[in-house]
């Protein structure tokens, strides 16, 4: 388990959608499900600390512009870890497969549509787009804290789509405000007592070096490169998600 947590993560800080194979994986160990899910999210917290370090070094983090998404964010995700219980893990393989679908053919038309222009951004957010971003940004910190799976994914996707952020500042700014995603809901998890502190910590140490390692060099990649591995990640993990559901 360490070495495939570390594994995925050194992709996932790219792409996100961990949660997607670690889950279902505690599962097949024989878990129980919700320790599984506030164990996985206690690890999460320090792969996300992890793979926000190489970023803040690069200052490519705009504390500024994230605070209030980072507010949201804390709201939001203890609304979702508090729900844990509540949705079963079909609807959420459901939900998940659907709206990662959704946002790659959405990502796709809309960077389409700037492909006349190159290398420059897309224009500046107007106010209609910032409440969608703040909206969604909710709505995704709700199911953050729930689960996981695929929330940076589909975060990632809804900075590009209406924040006008290029995919090289939505992964580091995802990454930043995932530190708060986690570290909410795994502090709610804590206070519920469904942290399984001895295994969390193996966990926690693979996955932050995992990501470490990941951000240190998806920083140094270019935005097509980073695109792809996000586009293809998302589909796969989209198809599987939906046939392991039928």
């Known amino acids: 388990m360490v070495l495939l947590f570390f594994a995925t993560s050194v992709v996932g800080v790219v792409t996100g959608s961990n949660s997607l194979v670690t889950v279902p994986v505690m599962f097949q160990f024989g878990i129980d499900e919700k ?5 996985n999210m206690f690890g999460l917290t320090f792969m996300a600390i992890g793979g926000t370090i190489p970023f803040l070094r690069q200052g490519a983090i705009e504390f500024r512009k994230l605070t209030p998404l980072v507010v949201l964010t804390i709201a939001g995700s203890a609304i979702g870890a508090l729900l844990v219980g509540l949705i079963t893990n079909q609807s959420i393989k459901v939900i998940v497969s659907v709206a990662m679908i959704v946002m790659v053919v959405f990502t796709v038309i809309r960077h389409n549509g700037y ?11 107007g106010r209609a787009m910032l409440v969608i971003v703040y909206l969604l940004t909710f709505l995704l910190a ?23 952020m290029s995919f090289t500042e939505s992964v580091a700014a995802t990454k930043f405000i995932n530190v708060f995603s ?7 998890f804590m206070w519920q007592g469904l942290v399984d502190y001895r295994l969390g910590i193996f966990l926690a140490v693979s996955m932050f ?6 951000a240190h060099y998806a ?3 270019n935005e097509v490169w980073l695109r792809r591995i996000f586009l293809a990640t998302v589909l796969i993990l989209a198809i599987k998600t939906m046939l392991d559901f039928v």
């Open 35 to 39: 320790v599984a899910v506030a164990t």
């Open 115 to 125: 492909s006349e222009m190159g290398d420059a951004k897309p224009p500046i957010v």
């Open 142 to 164: 709700i199911y953050g804290g729930l689960y996981s799976g695929g929330y940076v994914t589909v975060l990632t996707a809804t900075l590009v789509s209406f924040a006008a």
């Open 182 to 188: 986690s570290g909410i809901a795994t502090l709610v």
């Open 209 to 214: 070096a995992g990501a470490f390692v990941g």
């Open 219 to 221: 920083s140094k990649m």
